[in-house]
């Protein structure tokens, strides 16, 4: 069981790192990218003043999201869970600033001057408290958890594009980086689970199909931006996308935190 989880672990680390370095590389470092993602900023209507959930953003409440999901851990699972939902989240927000702040560049390819923001901090946060929060609950409503999951961080991605806080390749950043980061954690240690998932594979197979049939909408809705050249059109393909990377990552972190039945 624990090899089990491990190559899991092991799959999922490569796949989502592979997301955040693939965004990265076509969203920041190429030309096209740039350009295309402009276009989707552009064809936002930027306010800062967002409704929830994106305005819940703080220090404090952060804070106070990750010690109560840690106190939830540690009733349901004990204290090495706890740790582990508590710690995890925190590296990984410490890692979205030091990669966008420092780390990591955007070049300006064309006649654009814009600091790096890949990639997305809210974006980062969302995930990594939603994780916790999943890894924290019992196993019993962990799997409609994670499916509550999957549409706040879709909700979430949506709202980055759609009020032009955040590019796609920000959003799709911050997802992986979140979701590897507690892969990661499952390579070091694979967790163990007190009871089972109720519709825990019925769950994951649905978050797998509407995952992917976004992403294809996605591609699709880019294709048809590529021919008739509207903004909106390709906002539209941005935001379809990150659901789908929000409802895959939900899925890997439903998958990761219970062993292999």
């Known amino acids: 069981m624990i090899v089990g989880g491990r190559r899991r672990a092991l799959w999922f680390a490569f796949f989502w790192i592979a997301v955040g370095v693939g965004s990265y590389v076509l969203g920041v470092q190429?030309?096209?990218?740039?350009?295309?993602?402009?276009?989707?900023?552009?064809?936002?209507?930027?306010?800062?003043?967002?409704?929830?959930?994106?305005?819940?953003?703080?220090?404090?409440?952060?804070?106070?999201?990750?010690?109560?999901?840690?106190?939830?851990?540690?009733?349901?699972?004990?204290?090495?869970?706890?740790?582990?939902?508590?710690?995890?989240?925190?590296?990984?927000?410490v890692s979205s600033q030091l990669?966008?702040?420092?780390?990591?560049?955007?070049?300006?390819?064309?006649?654009?001057?814009?600091?790096?923001?890949?990639?997305?901090?809210?974006?980062?946060?969302?995930?990594?408290v939603t994780a916790a929060l999943v890894w924290a609950v019992p196993s019993a409503i962990r799997g409609f958890v994670t499916v509550a999951g999957a549409v706040l961080l879709s909700a979430v991605g949506w709202q980055l594009l759609a009020y032009g806080w955040h590019r796609p390749s920000d959003v799709l950043g911050g997802i992986a980086l979140g979701t590897a980061a507690f892969a990661l954690a499952c390579l070091i240690r694979?967790?163990?689970?007190?009871?089972?998932?109720?519709?825990?594979?019925?769950?994951?197979?649905?978050?797998?199909?509407?995952?992917?049939?976004?992403?294809?909408?996605?591609l699709v809705l880019g294709a048809v931006a590529a021919w008739n050249g509207n903004p909106a059109t390709l906002l539209s393909a941005g935001q379809f996308g990150c659901i789908g990377a929000a409802t895959l990552a939900s899925r890997t972190l439903l998958l990761l935190s219970a062993p292999r039945s």
């Open 99 to 128: 990669l966008k702040q420092v780390w990591l560049t955007r070049p300006q390819l064309f006649d654009l001057d814009v600091p790096n923001t890949f990639p997305s901090g809210h974006m980062t946060v969302f995930t990594v």
């Open 190 to 218: 694979p967790v163990s689970s007190r009871g089972s998932v109720v519709l825990g594979r019925t769950l994951a197979v649905g978050l797998v199909l509407v995952g992917w049939i976004m992403v294809g909408a996605a």
């Open 30 to 93: 190429l030309e096209l990218g740039q350009r295309a993602e402009d276009t989707v900023l552009d064809a936002a209507e930027f306010t800062t003043s967002p409704p929830p959930p994106l305005n819940l953003v703080s220090i404090p409440s952060v804070a106070i999201a990750l010690g109560a999901v840690a106190l939830i851990a540690l009733f349901a699972h004990g204290i090495r869970r706890a740790i582990v939902v508590a710690v995890v989240p925190v590296l990984a927000i």
